[in-house]
């Protein structure tokens, strides 16, 4: 067994035991793989330990690997920034977006969106505690932004992504995880049918699932330290 999937298994195993202790389905929590950084035998790798799904930060390295592992039957997420002269290439290759923050960016993403395609899935990105340097919409605006991107044609919503400042202190944490997820809850008190609530990394993957996640984005704990 490969070091990547033993590491796999680590990861699938922290994932059941705190939903086994917090009376959740396991199923209810997907694993996004972010293999940013690392080159497409270590997706190969991943995949051969049955991961399927994998996260990409730097859009052009992501579009490699896409155009690289089309032999395999893999699902590509766009987590990072995006800047207007991307949104071609992101529209074109990859399934799912987590990042938008802005309406601008998800129209071109809707006009640029191969018609043979199915619709490419969207996570609004929330700046969910305020950091100054944080991408993302505050709380406050994040329901007009979700209902202008719900009526775009070639995009489906499907749900919100955050990436809170790192705490010291694991109450603190699980807060603002509870934050984004009566955000969610929020969301779809007003009609909009989220089934996605993007949250957690390697670092707080326990109280990310622990408030709600239904999508945690796990990268060095599987590849190793970049």
Same mark, same amino acid.
């Given at each position: 067994m ?16 705190v939903?086994?202790?917090n009376?959740?389905d ?16 270590a ?5 051969a ?8 930060n ?8 896409i ?13 990072g ?14 399934d799912?977006?987590?990042?938008v923050?802005?309406l601008?960016t998800?129209?071109r993403l ?10 490419l ?13 944080k ?6 605006? /994040? *329901?007009? #932004? ?5 009526a &775009?044609?070639?995009?489906? $919503?499907?749900?919100? %992504? !955050? ?6 202190d694991?109450?603190h944490?699980?807060a ?5 997820? /009566? *955000?969610? #809850? ?5 009609? &909009?049918?989220?089934?996605? $609530?993007?949250m957690? %990394? !390697? ?10 996640s239904?999508?945690?984005r ?9």
């Amino acid at each position: 067994m490969s070091a990547i999937a033993e590491n796999l298994h680590r990861v699938q195993a922290r994932i059941q035991a705190v939903c086994q202790a917090n009376d959740r389905d396991p199923a209810g929590v997907r694993l996004l793989a972010v293999s940013k950084t690392f080159g497409a035998e270590a997706v190969r790798q991943a995949h051969a330990a049955g991961q399927t799904a994998f996260g990409e930060n730097y859009i052009q390295e992501g579009v490699d690997k896409i155009l690289a592992l089309q032999d395999l039957p893999l699902e590509w997420h766009c987590i990072g920034p995006i800047q207007s002269n991307k949104t071609r290439l992101v529209a074109a290759h990859f399934d799912w977006v987590h990042s938008v923050d802005r309406l601008k960016t998800a129209e071109r993403l809707s006009a640029q969106r191969p018609p043979e395609l199915a619709p490419l899935q969207i996570c609004i990105q929330v700046n969910i505690d305020g950091g100054d340097n944080k991408s993302g919409v505050l709380p406050g605006e /994040a *329901l007009a #932004l979700a209902q202008a991107v719900a009526a &775009l044609p070639r995009l489906q $919503l499907r749900g919100i %992504m !955050t990436i809170p400042e790192p705490y010291e202190d694991p109450e603190h944490t699980r807060a603002v995880h509870a934050q984004a997820h /009566a *955000l969610w #809850l929020q969301l779809k008190s007003q009609g &909009l049918n989220l089934d996605t $609530l993007s949250m957690g %990394m !390697t670092a707080d993957l326990e109280a990310a699932v622990q408030e709600g996640s239904t999508m945690v984005r796990v990268g060095t704990a599987i590849f190793g330290r970049r």
